[in-house]
């Protein structure tokens, strides 16, 4: 049983960071790419950035580019996901996801977490 959880929001005031962090199980060969989604208030849920669990490229919206980080530790089956230089508008709740490749859209994601809010103050 494939199994996403997601920890490491919270509410934070704008320019401060914080770090998320999906654990996942049960992937095995089922999933070797990890992204992440957000969907703030009264919009649909949106791309942030994406990984293989293998290496390669990473992808990012360009609204996270050069403030997001996103990486992996194998061994622990995590990814993780440093948000720095926080904006009001990354408020908004946090949705870890697998699949079978590093893709923008959600339909190309099968596992999904149950998410993780997170809160940035003006």
């Known amino acids: 049983q494939v199994q996403l959880v997601e920890s490491g929001g919270g509410l934070v005031q704008a320019g401060g960071s914080l770090r998320l962090s999906c654990a996942a199980s049960?992937?095995?060969?089922?999933?070797?790419?990890m992204g992440w989604f957000r969907r703030a208030p009264g919009k649909e849920r949106e791309f942030v950035a994406a990984?293989?669990?293998?290496?390669?490229?990473?992808l990012y919206a360009d609204s996270v580019k050069g403030r997001f980080t996103l990486s992996r530790d194998n061994a622990k089956n995590t990814v993780l996901l440093q948000m720095n230089s926080l904006k009001p508008e990354d408020t908004a709740i946090y949705y870890c996801?697998?699949?079978?490749?590093?893709?923008?859209?959600?339909?190309?994601?099968?596992?999904w977490g149950q998410g993780t809010q997170v809160t940035v103050s003006s």
């Open positions: 049960g992937l095995m060969f089922r999933a070797p790419a």
């Open positions: 990984m293989r669990w293998s290496g390669g490229n990473t």
């Open positions: 996801a697998a699949g079978w490749t590093t893709a923008v859209l959600t339909t190309a994601y099968d596992y």
